[in-house]
């Protein structure tokens, strides 16, 4: 179900597109006449959006009729009519932009998500989002990733614990590589709930921090040469601890990670620089 926070987010989204009034439409048809539209898939891809159509439409007319022929994560083909609206001109033409721009964009991420994951072809590896995201869609991004297959990393930044290198570069400044147990202890016993994670960039960190109570190593831009040698490190120093790697993972090269001892791999283009799925709204 949408939370309150994506409702606010399209009601934003309207008033943004329609400030007033709809003054093209309005000397087209100031009857606001009765109408029906489709919406067309041009390519192939996974749909997302189902409650997004909904929850806007219901917020410009209560009275539109919409048929859903798609549920998020089905294969959509092009021509395939992915919904239809009935309602007043008027509503259609309004919503049509904002509508279309929440679609495109939902639906070419777990569109992505899923080629990420075909291209990788291991189930034994999870594909992972990233808080790359565009600000106050977090939430419809993840669950757009979650639709095409992928799983979600931490929400926030009150969601879980990754250590990353500003952390290490700021705990350096006043503390020993010796304290870093401590540390981890410290965040344990304050939040059991919260995963704890640390981003290593080099062989050497591997070999002389202490990362026992971690729960996820993340090779951060490790060359692939060297990717083996850390994962053999990981296994050996840390055999409960899971592997994740990051860093310019792209359709192009994810299939020179199958075959590596990894859990997870996650990656931020799944959503900073998606490309819109080509979707059309006609009237009939």
């Known amino acids: ?33 009765q109408q029906t539209a489709k919406i067309i898939a ?12 909904q929850t806007l439409l219901n917020t410009i007319d209560e009275n539109a009729k919409i048929t859903l022929f798609n ?4 294969t959509i083909h092009p021509q395939d009519t992915v919904c239809e609206i009935t309602a007043a ?21 777990s569109t992505i998500t899923h080629k990420f994951i ?34 979600n990393h931490r929400a926030n930044l009150s969601d879980a614990v990754l250590i990353k290198e500003n952390h ?15 540390l981890f202890k410290t965040y344990k016993s304050h939040h059991p709930s919260a995963f ?29 040469e060297l990717l083996n040698e850390a994962i053999i490190i990981c296994r050996k120093r840390f055999p409960k601890t899971e592997i994740e790697i990051s860093g310019n993972v792209s359709l192009e090269t994810i299939q020179n990670y199958s075959k590596l001892d990894i ?15 080509d979707l059309s709204l006609l009237i009939q």
Do not use: W
């Open 168 to 182: 290490l570069t700021l705990f350096f400044k006043s503390h020993s590589i010796d304290q870093l147990p401590h």
């Open 118 to 151: 075909k291209k990788l072809n291991n189930p034994n590896i999870k594909i992972l989002d990233t808080r790359k995201t565009t600000p106050t869609l977090r939430y419809l991004e993840k669950h757009a990733v979650k639709t095409g297959g992928g799983h």
């Open 71 to 74: 549920k998020d994560g089905d």
């Open 1 to 33: 179900m949408i939370n309150d926070n994506v409702k606010k987010i399209i009601q934003e989204s309207l008033t943004e597109d329609i400030p007033t009034k709809d003054i093209t439409t309005h000397y087209i048809d100031n009857n606001s006449t």
């Open 89 to 109: 001109a008027d509503t259609i033409l309004k919503i049509e932009r904002t509508l279309l721009n929440f679609l495109q964009h939902l639906c070419g991420i």
């Open 196 to 224: 704890l994670e640390i981003e290593i960039e080099s062989i050497k960190q591997l070999e002389t921090y202490d990362l026992s109570l971690v729960d996820f190593i993340l090779l951060d831009n490790f060359k692939l």
């Open 42 to 53: 041009k390519e192939p891809g996974i749909f997302c959006g189902e409650e997004i159509i």
């Open 263 to 277: 859990d997870r791999i996650s990656i931020g283009s799944l959503t900073h620089s998606v490309k819109a799925f």
